[in-house]
């Protein structure tokens, strides 16, 4: 089995920084693509930051400048470094990883989730 745990989640005010880090364990033979995706209260999940095993990186247009995604693959770790942040970056954070088990096997698998609270 593999475990995602998520932290860094906390209150901030806006305009504030926050640093979310993830990290996997068990049993994982690699990861391929990684990211980090939010939920909102009566809204769809989405796609916040992605990156790649060869560390490409994307992200949409509404945290563009703001975020950065970032890993290490020696620790199995993916990182969401979230500057100028707004009220509407509210919501809950998760971690996603696609994984190659030792069975060969593709899986993905999702964190728990963290709470990231910006006040107006």
């Known amino acids: 089995q593999v475990q995602l745990v998520e932290s860094g989640g906390g209150l901030v005010q806006a305009g504030g920084s926050l640093r979310l880090s993830c990290a996997a364990s068990?049993?994982?033979?690699?990861?391929?693509?990684m990211g980090w995706y939010r939920q909102a209260p009566g809204k769809e999940r989405e796609l916040v930051a992605a990156?790649?095993?060869?560390?490409?990186?994307k992200y949409p247009d509404s945290v563009k400048g703001r975020f950065t995604i970032s890993r290490d693959n020696a620790k199995n770790t993916v990182y969401l470094q979230m500057n100028s942040l707004k009220p509407e970056d509210t919501a809950v954070y998760y971690c996603?990883?696609?994984?190659?088990?030792?069975?060969?096997?593709?899986?993905?698998?999702w964190g728990q989730g963290t709470q990231v609270t910006v006040a107006s």
């Open positions: 068990g049993s994982i033979f690699s990861i391929n693509a």
């Open positions: 996603n990883a696609e994984v190659v088990r030792y069975d060969r096997g593709l899986y993905d698998y």
């Open positions: 990156i790649s095993s060869d560390m490409i990186a």
